[in-house]
């Protein structure tokens, strides 16, 4: 099995620069996560983007369609900021063949208490386990694209 | 969506006692590791058994078995030592219409570094994703019940 | 012994705010750190503030200033932020017959990486090691106030 | 300023083997807290043993002693065993002119939650702010040697 894993930043990255005492994307933790996970398939990381969500355009998602239109490859697990999520899952829902799983954190990898480990963790599972389509797994839950939405209020992902 | 997770105890929730200079079966990080995942679906954790897996007897399979098949849920979550997963996993594949994952870890869930996380992630998108059947997650991979052993040598699950 | 600890916020305190994709400063960690850090001896922990070390003012010094000098105490510890930390101990260092020792941190506690539980260490111990006077633990070091800047540049302290 | 770390086992350093479900000395990780903790002073580590506390001999002893004797180094920071930390601390007592803190660790650091890292911060700051003369820093407290046991039953140091 191959898993190719695409980072386009978000909060899962996040990292704290006490000098400027800002909040920035920094580089990706998946690998760091992947090998605490102690996993045994093959992988590759194709960091594509270091942005929060927000700032994702028409443009940054048509490259995504492309390059995973482009690929061989079956199985994706793209980490994303958590605020366009759904938006980026159903540009990417018109791709067939192809099993995709988005993911991300509510609270950044590098923070002692996050959920990126189980989110990975749970989109790694999803995405040999789950038919070819899109996904997004958040909250202990996987969605199908379409069928989902941030609910910013309550910081969570939930059912439409 | 309900999950019913049951602990049996292993390496996951392996303690440290310096007064003993000992290593024992403390109580389930389960509940820790769900909370921190940040997880929004309906659940509960039944214990069953704190024991290092080598130690588990044709009874208490026996039991966990009857447990499940007398249960209406169809989602269930097992934490569980890895020496003898397999073999627990073998038990239970003859239940039908649920979908049961064995997981557990390779380091203690309290360790600042484990697979617990990451595991308990790959069980929750498993049990939810996959066909009714019983699975091992482990490793970063999703293994049906009968095609998977562990390699003590190597410390880690394998296709058989 | 009895040592009590101020909270005046900083990063040591900062948390990350998805909702807003902001970082500010929450509620302290010091208890936290201190019960993992298994101390015996007696404490109690005061929060006078929750900023930024930028945005404190001459009266916030000065509270704290009136708030040591009219207390029997003899031992205190303050976190706080670093930027002005060496300005807040010029401050305090014309009280006599306390050991006061500030502390921070360039990493949030609250990360997995972080200098939070290394330097309350540090400060826990030069409060009951140094003779009165005021002190900053930071980067390894007990510095005596007056004695010390922090090097944005390089984002550390050093001697002055 | 130049701390010598000495490494002799114990709690501190102990690591899990799945393999066998033992729990025996690793590496000693007082290189990562040092890391982690940001210092800026120069320091070495020098890995003498890899013993439970239990095990060290009376030979372990007059090594240990022997080597700090002949060396010209003022301050040593020791990691040990808890259990027999008293009494090494106790044959060291004889040294003059050089400062030697012991510590150690009740939960292993490579535990999420560990008072390690605390107490190596504890043991740096007395290194540099104590008299010279032999201490421990355990719970929070800097003990001179000679006036501190391990009480076993309540697993903790407290003043004699």
């Keep these: ?3 190719r894993f695409i980072t386009t930043g978000g909060t899962i990255d996040k990292i704290y620069f006490d000098a400027l005492s800002q909040f920035e994307v920094g580089d990706s933790l998946v690998k760091h996560i992947l090998t605490d996970g ?3 398939f093959d992988y590759d990381i194709v960091p594509i983007l270091q942005k929060d969500s927000l700032e994702m355009t ?3 998602r048509e490259q995504l369609y492309e390059l995973i239109s482009n690929d061989d490859t079956t199985r994706f697990v793209i980490t994303h900021g958590t605020d366009t999520m759904p ?4 540009k990417l829902a018109g791709l067939s063949g192809k099993t995709i799983v988005l993911t991300g954190a509510l609270t950044p990898a590098r923070f002692r208490t996050t959920d ?3 989110n990975v963790g ?3 599972a999803a995405v040999q386990a789950c038919e070819p389509g ?3 797994a ?3 839950q996987v969605f199908p694209a379409g069928e989902v939405r941030k609910n910013r209020k309550e910081n969570r992902f939930e059912k439409l």
Tied chains: 1, 2, 3, 4.
């Design 38 to 40: 102690l996993v045994e």
């Design 122 to 124: 749970m989109a790694v």
């Design 134 to 136: 899109v996904y997004i």
């Design 116 to 118: 990126a480990v189980f």
């Design 138 to 140: 958040m909250n202990g």
């Design 1 to 3: 099995m191959f898993i």
């Design 58 to 60: 028409d443009e940054d």
């Design 87 to 90: 938006q980026t899952a159903d």
